[in-house]
């Protein structure tokens, strides 16, 4: 097994150079990040019955900013009105807000201690600036829409269905790996 | 020990947050250490030259899978406290290629992008605007959505319960399954890093 030094260098021009001038360190063997990251999920499901989590956090907040903005448009809305009823006071909502506020810290803490923290925006060389935000603005769009429907995303449907064998979590994760697949040829531009 | 702790009372749901934060932690810290702070590194995987996204997660859906399996084996887990997202067919088909099309645009997928966001990528910032952005969409098209969002309900069951396959064995054929496509994509991977090195003698 070899492991790939993909190091992605940021080749953006906004790389400060104190972050230049240090060599990231080469990532760490797939397969003993994935052995790490199923432990983080076991004890997710050891200590709380559930598992990891993403868009979930993100509905919540949402809801909660629309609940601000607009009170009555939020609680006469089914989907806005269950996460606020759920609502960030509850904990098992508010838990992802939680979880998601370490998956943010974990990975700051892992990325300065590798010497690859860089304010970049990662992109093939022949794709502008511009354009690479464009696409990851809709991109997202796409996977929050998508999320919802499906009723979670990579981390709660793939990963954390995935090892409790949920049957529609494996349908799902078959479906991102064509959908992506699928658009990866027209999109090489962006990448390539 | 009886597990899910906190099903079992063995903490509160204040301390369920400072769990939360800790598992959070550790899930932010391997998913960057895999190099999945990079959106090069991820769409790697659609281009076939570098396959880290599935060898990571298969790597971890196989690790915790096991570990479910022989600790409710052992009587220490209870199988029927542990959360299963209900199966609903059609939107999780619809939604599982719409998150696919927008991986591949967007460079992450959802938790990808708070690592990105967090270790300076402007990019992976925008995709979190973007997954907002998306979410609020659906909040607005709730009316519209709420059928297709309820069809091909199959409440919550697991491979095993559908197919009727004995747990143990499902488990093996998901371990057999992975180490098969784990020697594939190391395959894929010379074969591409081989064919690039012809191109550029």
């Known amino acids: 097994m070899t492991t790939v030094p993909a190091v992605?260098?940021?080749?953006?021009?906004?790389?400060?150079?104190?972050?230049?001038?240090?060599?990231?360190?080469?990532?760490?063997?797939?397969?003993?990040?994935?052995?790490?990251?199923?432990?983080?999920?076991?004890a997710a499901y050891v200590l709380m019955g559930r598992g990891l989590g993403a868009s979930g956090a993100v509905s919540s907040v949402v809801s909660w900013a629309v609940g601000l903005a607009a009170p009555a448009h939020a609680q006469a809305n089914?989907?806005?009105?269950?996460?606020?009823?759920?609502?960030?006071?509850?904990?098992?909502?508010?838990?992802?807000?939680?979880?998601?506020?370490?998956?943010m810290a974990g990975g700051f803490l892992s990325g300065a201690l590798a010497g690859r923290l860089a304010r970049s925006v990662e992109r093939g060389p022949r794709m502008?600036?511009?354009?690479?935000?464009?696409?990851?603005?809709?991109?997202?769009?796409?996977?929050?829409?998508?999320?919802?429907?499906?009723?979670?995303?990579?981390?709660?449907?793939?990963?954390?269905?995935?090892?409790?064998?949920?049957?529609?979590?494996?349908?799902f994760m078959l479906m991102v790996f064509a959908g992506a697949y699928a658009l990866a040829g027209p999109l090489r531009r962006q990448w390539r | 020990m009886n597990a899910p702790l906190y099903k079992f009372g063995?903490?509160?749901?204040?301390?369920?947050?400072?769990?939360?934060?800790?598992?959070?932690?550790?899930?932010?810290?391997?998913?960057?250490?895999?190099?999945?702070?990079?959106?090069?590194?991820?769409?790697?995987?659609f281009y076939l030259d570098d396959?880290?996204?599935?060898?990571?997660?298969?790597?971890?859906?196989?690790?915790?899978?096991?570990?479910?399996?022989?600790l409710a084996w052992a009587g220490v887990l209870d199988l029927s406290l542990v959360y299963l997202t209900p199966t609903h067919l059609w939107p999780q088909i619809a939604?599982?290629?719409?998150?696919?099309?927008?991986?591949?645009i967007g460079g992450y997928c959802p938790g990808t992008s708070l690592v990105a966001a967090a270790t300076g990528?402007?990019?992976?910032?925008?995709?979190?605007?973007g997954v907002a952005a998306g979410v609020f969409a659906f909040g607005e098209a709730w009316p519209l959505v709420k059928e297709f969002h309820a069809s091909g309900a199959m409440g919550e069951v697991t491979l095993p319960q559908l197919t009727g396959l004995p747990y143990g064995l499902v488990v093996l054929a998901v371990v057999l399954m992975a180490l098969g496509g784990f020697a594939g994509a190391e395959w894929i991977e010379r074969r591409v890093a081989a064919h690039a090195s012809e191109r550029r003698p």
């Open chain 1, 128 to 171: 502008s600036v511009r354009g690479r935000l464009a696409f990851a603005f809709a991109g997202g769009a796409l996977m929050g829409f998508g999320a919802k429907l499906a009723r979670g995303c990579t981390s709660g449907q793939a990963l954390s269905g995935g090892a409790t064998l949920n049957a529609g979590s494996w349908v």
């Open chain 2, 10 to 45: 063995a903490f509160g749901d204040e301390a369920s947050l400072v769990v939360a934060f800790a598992v959070g932690l550790g899930f932010g810290w391997f998913l960057e250490r895999a190099g999945f702070g990079s959106a090069r590194k991820l769409t790697a995987q």
């Open chain 2, 121 to 129: 990528r402007v990019d992976g910032l925008v995709v979190v605007l």
């Open chain 2, 51 to 70: 396959l880290a996204v599935f060898k990571v997660m298969f790597t971890a859906i196989v690790t915790a899978m096991l570990g479910l399996f022989y």
């Open chain 2, 95 to 104: 939604g599982g290629l719409l998150l696919g099309f927008g991986f591949v």
């Open chain 1, 8 to 42: 992605a260098a940021p080749d953006s021009p906004a790389v400060p150079a104190r972050a230049a001038a240090r060599e990231p360190a080469a990532y760490a063997d797939p397969y003993v990040a994935g052995v790490g990251l199923g432990l983080v999920l076991l």
């Open chain 1, 78 to 103: 089914g989907f806005f009105a269950e996460y606020l009823a759920g609502g960030v006071g509850h904990p098992l909502k508010a838990w992802l807000v939680f979880e998601v506020v370490g998956v």
